[in-house]
Structures are given as structure tokens and as C-alpha cells.
């Protein structure tokens, strides 16, 4: 197609020369004739396009040899000429030229670029269209003929993300770059050199990165899975003992989430059951057993029990569970655990299950139109508590601490965790376990209830005891251990120890986690 784009260029150049010399030739010979009609330029190629459009008006006609040698050359060059210029705008239409040109009118408003069109790409480009109408949705590929064509507006245009940085011209938003396929980092040439382009880059990927340089970031899809199950379903006061069926990465993901979510209460004890290979996970935290009851349900603390028998084996264990997740990576391999556990065991519990298929009467989970959503995988919302947090603890705090900017990847991870805590504590706050979004009214509520309960020396402390545990589990869960001093290198950290044993203003520090509340009510009611 580029070849083709050169060829139709160059013959078009040839064409319009030729032609200039003829009319400057036509125009001279015929100017020194006192008969003549064609006295100038203009009446020249007046002339060359009725005759070269075959209309032939007669209004003006050659009259010198050599006029009428031209004309007779118009006439021979019609044809060509008027089928290369044609040719020359349907290329310019088919091709990315007309896209590329629209673009030049658009420059004011948000630019999202998806290397390539897919499922999950489109199901995202729709729900950022929703979201803000004022974006312009850019699939970096050209529309197959059997494409069916989305349901809002969009451009697809053959380019590389450097053309289309080039030209936006640094004018509005930054554009965002979007590799929807997994690892397609590491693969896809278009991401070669994104790291240097003015853009912010979303790439998908299994590994447990989160950002590769200052503008890419990392997304996985399982995390969005998990975030968006615990949200959408989160952890009641009466559940203690859940199951997981199925280990993969929607399992792995889905018990981590829980590990650093699902705190409660200070005195909770949720006995988590898990069918599937633990070696890997256990292996890479190995300090969990410090805050966990590990291969045994304990009374008095969480507890973690990895099975590697089939699940069939446990009737008793199935029959008294609370919830059942059912999440093996293999998708039809859940649907056939759900329907045996419908046909063969009386369920006290809930079953839920992970599924992209919508079914009456089935409780699932992690379909890609709930995944693929700006705030899972920009976690605008998310990110921007964060940031909020962390000002308001420095603000809190006697000693230095950094900006949001200066912070590493792990401890920017802490802020979002913490922030993503905020749910729990709405519902613990209002004592209402049906909430499952935070909206500013309810966000505003519980702020009031924490202002009043902070009246309460002993209710305050044992707010300050449960964020103390939803941190150290976070910590542990990375694998940091106690240290007389902070050692970040070291992974060691003064206040990884229990809640009785920290200062007073160490445990003061834990009101940050509640007080962003209210800021987080105030930024709520300005969307």
C-alpha cells in the first residue's frame, strides 16, 4: 500500500508539470495572434479542462499550429490524467491520508491509541468513549474488510505511535498509549522507543511489575479480576471459612487481594482454603506465617490452608463454607467444578464463579466489560486517594517524608493499598455490609461517624489496633521483618511489630488512614 501510495505521488508530480508547460506553452503561442481567444493563463487552462473534461463548450479554441498541437495533446493526456488525479484522492481516502488529516482538528481533546484492535482493546475504548465523549479512540491498524465496526467513533489508522504523537503536536492531554495484549512489550515493535515519546504507556502483562520507565505502566488483568471481585463483593463480618478452587493466576491473584484487603476486625478469624499448587506463592512469601495460621484454622487469627487433594475429597469443608470461589484460569474447567457442586453437594454457602458468560442464576465474576474500565487500569480514582494520603501523613508526622513523586514503586504499592482499605472502612464505620461503592454521601456519613467515635479514647485505639494490622500484613506480605531502625534495603521496618509494643505518635499514625475520609467525600461531590 505504501509502494502504491509513492507511485500514484510521483506520476501525479510528473503530470502536473507536464501539464504546466503545456498550458505556459498554449498561452504563449496563442498570445502573438491577433485571432486568437486565448489571450492568457486563465483562459488557457479554462481551455485544457473542458477540453480534457470532454465538454467542450467552444467558447475558446486555438487558433496557431501550435495551439492546436496542445490541444490535441489535452486531449491524449485526458484520459491519464483524469484517472491518475482519481485514483490519487481514492488512494488519499482508503488510505491513512483522510484519518491522519481529520486528526489535524482534533488536537484539543484526549488521544487514546491502542496498538492493536481486540476484545479487551475495544471493550476499553468503549468505556473510556462513556466515561469522557471528548476522546478520540485510535486503533493503530487498518479495518478488516470482515471487521465489525464499533459501536462509537473511532479512527484506524495503519501508524506507528510516533506519528501520532507527532501529530498531536504537544497540543491538549497527553496522548495514552494502550498494548492490550499480553506482554506485547516485550514483542510488539510499536512499543520500541514509547519510553522516549511525551505519552503515558498501559501495557498488560503476567509479571509483577508495575512500571517499566517514568511513563509506562503495567497492568494485569487477573489483579483488575481480583480488585473489582473484592469490591463488588467484599468480606462480611459472619464469613469465616472460604474456599478457592483453582490456583492460577485468577487464584493467586484473588487470595492476594484478600490477604491485603479483607481486614475487618481486630479479633476476626477467616480460614481461607485453597485448592491448588502453593509452593510458588508460599516461596515467594515466606514471612506470611507471621501473620497467619498457617495449615490449621485457628480462633484467633486468619488462617491460610493450602490442599493438594482434589477438592472432591472435601464434602464437610464444601458443604460448611461461607463462599466458594471458583477461579481456574481454564474457564470451561469452572463451569463444570460450578455444576457438580450444584448436582452432587447440599451448599450452605455462596458460590461464586469466574466467568466472561453471562448465566441466569449463576453468581459470577470478572467479566471483561467490569475489567477493562479506565479506573481499573488507569486506577485514576484509586491512585489519586493515594496521593491525597500520603500529603496528609506528611503533613501528620514530625519527621521529613517524601513527596508522592519521590516515592519508590513499593511504597507508592502502600499508599494504593491502603487507599483501596477504604471501602472496608466505610462499611465498618456505618456498620453496613451492604455497601459496595463509595459514593460521596456514604464516604461522607462515615466520615462523620469516625469525627464522633474519635471522642472515644478506647473505640479511636482500636481503629488505630486495625489499620496497624491491615499495614503490617501488607509489609509481610512483601517480606519485610522487624529492624531497631528502617532499612529499606534491608526490607526492615521499626514498626513491624505488635500494635502494644509502638509509641504513641507511631500509633497516631495510623488516623491518616481513616482521616482521608473526609478529603475523599470533598473530592467525590466535585466530580
Same mark, same amino acid.
Given at each position: 500500500m505504501k509502494r502504491r501510495n509513492k507511485i500514484y505521488l510521483f506520476m501525479t508530480v510528473i503530470l502536473l508539470a507536464v501539464y504546466l508547460g503545456l498550458l505556459?506553452?498554449?498561452?504563449?503561442?496563442?498570445?502573438?495572434?491577433? /485571432?486568437?481567444t486565448i489571450r492568457s493563463f486563465s483562459d488557457a487552462f479554462w481551455y485544457s479542462l473542458v477540453t480534457m473534461t470532454t465538454v467542450g463548450y467552444g467558447d475558446l479554441t486555438?487558433?496557431?499550429? #501550435?495551439? &492546436?498541437?496542445?490541444?490535441?495533446?489535452?486531449?491524449?493526456?485526458?484520459?491519464?490524467? #483524469?484517472?491518475?488525479?482519481?485514483?490519487?484522492?481514492?488512494?488519499?481516502?482508503t488510505s491513512e491520508g483522510l484519518p491522519l488529516f481529520l486528526l489535524n482538528f482534533q488536537r484539543k481533546k484526549n488521544w487514546c491509541y491502542f496498538a492493536d484492535y481486540g476484545t479487551e482493546a475495544s471493550i476499553l475504548a468503549e468505556n473510556i468513549y462513556k466515561e469522557n465523549q471528548d476522546t478520540v479512540i485510535i486503533f493503530g491498524?487498518?479495518?478488516d474488510d470482515q471487521m465489525e465496526f464499533p459501536d462509537y467513533p473511532c479512527l484506524f489508522i495503519n501508524v506507528s505511535p510516533a506519528r501520532i504523537v507527532a501529530r498531536k503536536k504537544n497540543i491538549g492531554a497527553q496522548c495514552k498509549v494502550f498494548l492490550m495484549k499480553e506482554n506485547d512489550?516485550?514483542?510488539?515493535?510499536?512499543?520500541?522507543?514509547?519510553?522516549?515519546?511525551?505519552?503515558?504507556?498501559?501495557? /498488560?502483562?503476567?509479571?509483577?511489575?508495575? &512500571?517499566?520507565?517514568?511513563?509506562?505502566?503495567?497492568? &494485569?488483568?487477573?489483579?483488575?479480576?481480583? /480488585?473489582q471481585y473484592w469490591r463488588s463483593k467484599p468480606l462480611c463480618s459472619h464469613e469465616k471459612k472460604i474456599v478457592i478452587i483453582g490456583f492460577g493466576n485468577y487464584g493467586n491473584s484473588i487470595l492476594e487481594r484478600a490477604i491485603l484487603t479483607n481486614i475487618i476486625s481486630i479479633r476476626q478469624h477467616v480460614a481461607y482454603h485453597v485448592f491448588g499448587d502453593e509452593k510458588e506463592f508460599l516461596a515467594m512469601h515466606s514471612h506470611l506465617p507471621k501473620v497467619f495460621s498457617m495449615g490449621e484454622e485457628s480462633?484467633?487469627?486468619?488462617?491460610?490452608?493450602? &490442599?493438594?487433594?482434589?477438592?472432591?475429597m472435601h464434602r464437610e469443608l464444601m458443604e460448611e463454607a461461607?463462599?466458594?470461589?471458583?477461579?481456574?484460569?481454564?474457564?470451561?474447567?469452572g463451569w463444570s467444578i460450578f455444576w457438580r457442586l450444584e448436582k452432587y453437594y447440599k451448599i450452605r454457602g455462596k458460590i461464586h464463579l469466574h466467568s466472561n458468560r453471562r448465566a441466569p442464576g449463576v453468581d459470577y465474576f470478572g467479566i471483561n466489560e467490569e475489567i477493562y474500565t479506565p479506573n481499573q487500569i488507569m486506577r485514576?480514582?484509586?491512585?489519586?486517594?493515594?496521593?491525597? #494520603?500520603?500529603?496528609?501523613? /506528611?503533613?501528620?508526622?514530625?519527621?521529613?517524608?517524601?513527596?508522592?513523586?519521590?516515592?519508590?514503586?513499593?511504597?507508592?504499592e502502600s499508599k494504593i493499598a491502603a487507599a483501596d482499605h477504604l471501602l472496608m472502612k466505610t462499611r465498618i464505620l456505618l456498620k453496613d455490609e451492604t455497601i459496595t461503592e463509595l459514593s460521596p454521601s456514604t464516604v461522607n456519613r462515615a466520615y462523620e461517624a469516625y469525627c464522633k467515635m474519635k471522642k472515644n479514647e478506647y473505640e479511636q485505639d482500636m481503629y488505630r489496633r486495625l489499620d496497624h494490622m491491615r499495614w503490617l500484613r501488607f509489609y509481610t506480605f512483601y517480606n519485610w521483618s522487624y529492624g531497631d531502625v528502617r532499612d529499606d534495603a534491608a526490607r526492615q521496618h521499626p514498626m513491624l511489630c505488635p500494635y502494644e509494643e509502638l509509641t504513641l505518635e507511631q500509633k497516631q499514625e495510623r488516623d491518616v488512614a481513616w482521616e482521608i475520609l473526609g478529603s475523599v467525600a470533598a473530592e467525590l461531590k466535585l466530580r
Open positions: 505556459t506553452t498554449l498561452c504563449l503561442s496563442e498570445y502573438t495572434d491577433s /485571432r486568437a486555438p487558433v496557431t499550429p #501550435m495551439g &492546436h498541437a496542445v490541444g490535441v495533446v489535452f486531449l491524449l493526456l485526458s484520459a491519464g490524467i #483524469m484517472m491518475t488525479l482519481f485514483g490519487a484522492v481514492i488512494s488519499f481516502i491498524e487498518k479495518k512489550i516485550g514483542v510488539n515493535s510499536r512499543a520500541i522507543g514509547l519510553y522516549r515519546l511525551p505519552v503515558e504507556v498501559y501495557a /498488560r502483562t503476567t509479571n509483577g511489575q508495575d &512500571h517499566l520507565s517514568g511513563n509506562i505502566k503495567f497492568f &494485569h488483568s487477573y489483579d483488575c479480576c481480583a /480488585r480462633k484467633t487469627e486468619d488462617s491460610l490452608i493450602f &490442599h493438594s487433594e482434589f477438592w472432591e461461607d463462599r466458594i470461589i471458583i477461579c481456574p484460569d481454564d474457564e470451561p474447567k485514576t480514582a484509586l491512585n489519586k486517594t493515594a496521593i491525597m #494520603m500520603n500529603e496528609i501523613f /506528611r503533613k501528620s508526622v514530625s519527621y521529613p517524608t517524601l513527596k508522592w513523586e519521590e516515592l519508590d514503586e513499593f511504597h507508592r
